[in-house]
């Protein structure tokens, strides 16, 4: 996408979550995200890591299950300040948070065994360049896990021709041909995807060793 237009729909985007920060866990889009939380939880008992990455932490309410339950040092950023001060005050010093953009994470290769995308994806609009950065912060043998808003054809295809027009920088919702091909595309060795619902589906990256 070309430089511009993804910067508006990053503009977009910031805006309407500086806007939503104050009440966004009790409004749809929190209560939607929250929805998924367990389920990647529970994927994370699947995996031994110990520093842990969330790419678009929002207000942290995940971090914060996250800090709860396990014992590793755990990461968060986001595109909104407004957000991020929330989650700030929610895990105090428990978590390491940064104001930036997923397409470029400032941290050095190698960083993470973990990395998460709750609720988030569809808002990127270069999603090749922020897998190319989970991918660089991965080490070998990590695990990258996405869970983010689905819906079957020919509904998917409907909503979005219209959501790239919205207030709030949604751009699209991905099926799971294209979420796969995203992910191998990026390097990705094993790809599980799984619907959960009508709405939603999470899916596991893995590297190699």
């Known amino acids: 996408m070309l430089k511009n237009k993804a910067d508006n ?7 309407s979550f500086n806007q939503q920060a104050e009440n966004y866990d009790a409004g749809y889009y929190g209560k939607h995200a929250n929805a998924l939380y367990n389920t990647v939880l529970q ?14 932490c929002g207000t942290g309410n995940l971090l914060s299950l996250i800090s709860s339950k396990y014992e590793v040092q755990i990461v968060g950023i986001d595109l909104s300040p407004e957000m991020l001060n929330i989650a700030r005050n929610k895990l105090d010093e428990t978590a390491d948070l940064r104001l930036c953009d997923s397409e470029s994470l400032p941290f050095n290769d190698n960083s993470f065994d973990m990395v998460i995308c709750t609720d988030s994806f569809h808002h990127y609009p270069n999603p ?11 080490k070998a043998g990590g695990n990258f896990i996405i869970a983010d808003p689905w819906l079957a054809t020919p509904f998917r295809q409907f909503a979005n021709i219209f959501m790239p027009f919205n207030k709030d920088g949604d751009i699209k919702i991905y099926g799971e041909s294209e979420i796969r091909k995203l992910l191998e595309n990026a390097g990705f060795n094993t790809v599980e995807w799984e619907q959960l619902n009508k709405r939603a589906f999470i899916a596991t990256a893995h590297t190699t060793n």
């Open 43 to 56: 994927k994370l008992n699947q995996f031994s890591f110990n520093k842990l990455l969330d790419v678009g």
């Open 9 to 15: 729909y990053k503009e977009k985007s910031k805006k």
């Open 128 to 138: 090749a360049n922020v897998l190319a950065e989970v991918k660089r912060v991965l």
